[in-house]
């Protein structure tokens, strides 16, 4: 409260010019020497919070929850009231740490779960509020980057990798994920099946059935995906959860085929995209041709075959 205070003493004052913060900044060092976070870089923080919160009741109940180290960030990663109070209200009840909401920030939660446009059945097939809430767990896309993206990446790698980073995994997933196992065995019918990655959520009291895929979206993935989920609520559920959902992991996704293909499924799926990091080691980079060295080493080679011809 003090720091926002300052912040609309210090808008008021805009007619004073540029130099009055670096003034202000000098007075209060002269008058309380003792006195720390006063600088003028945390002055023009403040100014900025003072222009974004300018209702006090926003400032009580979302602001004033969060460190200001929370809130400069914010205002530093953030653009509009809308995207900050989301984050804010995120980290308030998620718990975040300063280092977490940065690494939520820097890959763009906000565009991927608050406001991505999703391709799921849920609203048609879970009861309110669950279907609300699943939707708002989704995300598009995903972003694993701690994998890296390399050629010929097969499933059971990215599976393996993301079992390997369960921390990095959790936290990319959400609130409430709790893992239980990858290839996860089922039985049905005398015949074996093995589920990729089998997730229980606590806030929406149900299992989550993931399944990844390296090629684009297609059809006949969500006809095995709801086969799952038909036997995991048949052999796993317990009479007080709620249905299991499922979330299929695609390479890349055709919105339309996507929405055809689930129209009709029985079971809740979402349909997402993944995102692989595309990180090169530094000490690899610098080894690695260039794409006009490629492109050097092509002509070469295509004049050296008409001269052979």
């Given at each position: 409260m003090l720091f926002w205070n300052i912040g609309k003493t210090i808008i008021k004052n805009n007619k004073h010019g540029k130099a009055f913060v670096e003034n202000l900044a000098?007075?209060?060092?002269?008058?309380?020497?003792?006195?720390?976070?006063l600088s003028v870089r945390n002055l023009r923080y403040m100014r900025r919070f003072a222009e974004l919160i300018t209702d006090a009741s926003i400032l009580q109940t979302v602001s004033a929850e969060?460190?200001?180290?929370?809130?400069?960030?914010?205002?530093?990663?953030?653009?509009?009231?809308?995207?900050?109070?989301?984050?804010a209200e995120q980290t308030i009840k998620n718990g975040w740490s300063l280092s977490v909401?940065?690494?939520?920030?820097d890959t763009k939660l906000y565009e991927r779960q608050a406001i991505a446009d999703k391709t799921t059945n849920y609203a048609g097939l879970l009861p309110s509020p669950q279907s609300e809430l699943a939707?708002?767990?989704?995300k598009s896309p995903y972003v694993f980057?701690?994998?890296?993206?390399?050629?010929g990446i097969i499933e059971r790698e990215i599976e393996n990798e993301m079992v390997a980073s369960i921390a990095k995994t959790l936290l990319e997933q959400g609130r409430g994920f709790a893992f239980k196992g990858n290839q996860y065995h089922l039985e049905v019918g005398g015949k074996d099946y093995y589920i990729d990655l089998l997730f229980y959520?606590?806030?929406?009291?149900?299992?989550?059935v993931i399944e990844i895929k390296t090629v684009e979206f297609a059809p006949e993935h969500a006809g095995k995906l709801n086969f799952y989920l038909s036997a995991v609520d048949d052999l796993l559920k317990h009479p007080t959860d709620n249905p299991s959902i499922g979330i299929l992991l695609c390479k890349k996704k055709n919105k339309l085929i996507a929405e055809y293909a689930l129209k009709d499924m029985?079971?809740?799926?979402?349909?997402?995209?993944?995102?692989?990091?595309?990180?090169?080691?530094?000490e690899l980079s610098s080894t690695l041709p260039s794409i006009e060295d490629l492109e050097k080493r092509v002509k070469m080679q295509l004049d050296i075959n008409d001269d052979g011809d």
């Open positions: 000098r007075d209060i060092r002269a008058e309380f020497p003792n006195v720390k976070g969060l460190s200001w180290s929370h809130n400069t960030l914010l205002l530093d990663k953030t653009k509009g009231l809308e995207a900050c109070l989301w984050y909401l940065e690494h939520h920030l939707q708002e767990t989704l980057d701690f994998i890296e993206k390399r050629a959520n606590t806030d929406l009291r149900c299992h989550i029985t079971k809740p799926i979402g349909v997402a995209e993944y995102k692989l990091s595309d990180f090169v080691p530094e």
